[in-house]
C-alpha cells in the first residue's frame, strides 16, 4: 500500500522534478519513521500485522 501510494504521486503529466523529488523525500522520512515505529512495535501503520 506504500510503495503504491508514491508509485502514484509519481506518475502523471505536469509534475516537475523538484515536485517528484519532494515527494521521494517526504517517502523515505515517512519510511525511516515507521522503521523507528516497527522496532518499538509500534504498528499502527501496518494493521495486517497486529495480532489479537
Do not use: C
Request: aromatic residues 4%; without cysteine; hydrophobic residues 40%.
Amino acid at each position: 500500500m506504500h510503495l503504491n501510494t508514491i508509485n502514484l504521486e509519481l506518475q502523471g503529466k505536469g509534475k516537475t522534478i523538484i515536485e517528484m523529488i519532494n515527494a521521494v523525500n517526504v517517502f523515505k522520512s515517512k519510511l525511516q519513521r515507521m522503521t523507528d515505529q516497527l522496532k518499538r512495535k509500534d504498528l499502527k501503520h501496518f494493521p495486517s500485522l497486529k495480532v489479537s
